[in-house]
């Protein structure tokens, strides 16, 4: 089958796609990803067919994380990321989509992504790294409060009908610009929608009133490039001493940047903590740092992980697959979005101490954090259950499978 893949967003919303492609490349299905221009290096890195979106995802990360906060922000800051792109992005999927068997698509382009299946007269799938566009009584939307039974499943019938109704309003601007674009927009979300979510059930466990539509198929992981080896200064920082935490906040930017740095070298100055720093998208982490904490641009989570104690990140889906999967207890520092959702599951799962947002983290509370995680033996254990149950997964097969069965 000819497979078009539609996402975009940061690495961390990109990254599982790629994995899931090479799945589907290995299984014998002609994949195509189309996502943001930024990442057509990573693209090449790993053979994947690659198509380009317009658009700089940073830029929105950014404004999402210094002026996000509620659903309704959260919904206004992705319409001023989406609309003066969204006429190219639509052009794009269109002129991809030719011959296509079947067409998957993550978060922010759910819609534009049925739609352009249902122009096409082919099987559409969602392809999600949360909980989003199934409701359940089990647990709310993320980024919503939580309630009883149905208080839960009220808060998901809100946050799809405001994405919605937004897109539905951004439409018909678009079409302003574009009289080609079909005359209406078609509503993806009802009993027909098929999902699949690139997650574990060991974290998240399907809910008793999600159906067979939708199936929960354990993390797509994208293992290091075959050429890819550690620079000697980490793998002789990593050696020289007890095994160091590691901090990063991957693709969160923020205006905060500085002030976070200070708060997270501060902590770890209190007991002299070996660290290693991720610099990432927002250049965390400043220069003339102490001996004790050794700052990295980028290094693949499977490698590093298995080589320390404990994780503190910002609480991204596949980060914190990542680090479950190595078996690490972690915190969660949330910014935006999802990330508050997945802070509650892990230590929900006791694998870390209560998520604290960005917003209020002190470097007191920080180090004391750090402490429990390194003392702490029944977060520890449960943490490395958690990661021997995620390790018996083959969450890209049981997705190829879904994808299959879903497309016939």
Not at 112 to 136: D, K, N
Request: proline content about 9%; cysteine-free; charged content about 20%.
């Amino acid at each position: 089958m000819r497979i078009v893949i539609l996402t975009i967003g940061t690495r961390g919303d990109v990254q599982p796609f790629v994995a899931l492609a090479r799945g589907l490349k290995a299984a014998g299905h002609d994949p195509l990803v189309v996502a943001p221009e930024v990442f057509e290096p990573l693209m090449n890195e790993y053979g994947v067919s690659f198509a380009p979106f317009p658009g700089d995802p940073s830029a929105f990360i950014q404004q999402l994380v210094d002026r996000g906060g509620s659903q309704l922000r959260m919904i206004r800051e992705m319409m001023a990321f989406a609309m003066p792109i969204a006429r190219d992005v639509l052009h794009r999927a269109l002129e991809v989509s030719h011959g296509a068997d079947v067409i998957l698509a993550s978060f922010l382009l759910t819609i534009g992504g049925h739609q352009v299946a249902h122009e096409r007269s082919i099987p559409f799938i969602s392809a999600q790294l949360f909980p989003t566009f199934t409701p359940t009584s089990a647990f709310p939307m993320p980024g919503m409060p939580a309630g009883g039974g149905f208080t839960n499943r009220m808060t998901h019938h809100i946050s799809t009908g405001m994405f919605w109704n937004s897109s539905r309003i951004a439409y018909q601007f678009l079409k302003r610009q574009a009289p080609e674009f079909p005359r209406r927009l078609i509503n993806p979300f009802g009993r027909t929608l098929k999902t699949i979510y690139g997650f574990s059930p060991h974290v998240l466990p399907p809910p008793a009133d999600w159906d067979a539509r939708t199936r929960v198929t354990g993390y797509w992981f994208l293992p290091p490039p075959l050429d890819w080896t550690p620079p000697p200064e980490l793998t002789a920082f990593i050696d020289a001493g007890v095994p160091p935490v590691y901090i990063g906040f991957g693709s969160m930017i923020t205006e905060q940047a500085q002030n976070l740095s200070r708060i997270v070298i501060d902590a770890l100055k209190r007991h002299k903590r070996r660290a290693v720093l991720l610099g990432g998208w927002g250049k965390f982490g400043g220069e003339n740092l102490p001996d004790h904490i050794f700052r990295i641009d980028s290094a693949p989570h499977e490698w590093l992980f298995e080589r320390v104690a404990a994780v503190v990140h910002h609480g991204g889906a596949g980060t914190t697959g990542a680090s479950l999967r190595a078996g690490k207890p972690m915190l969660i520092i949330p910014f935006t979005a999802d990330q508050p959702f997945w802070g509650d599951r892990v230590a929900k799962l006791g694998a870390g101490p209560a998520a604290i947002p960005y917003k209020r983290l002190t470097s007191e509370a920080l180090s004391d954090a750090i402490e429990q995680m390194l003392t702490d033996p029944t977060m520890q254990e449960r943490a490395a259950a958690v990661g021997t149950a995620i390790k018996t997964e083959d969450g890209i097969g049981n997705a190829i499978r879904a994808i299959e069965a879903f497309a016939r």
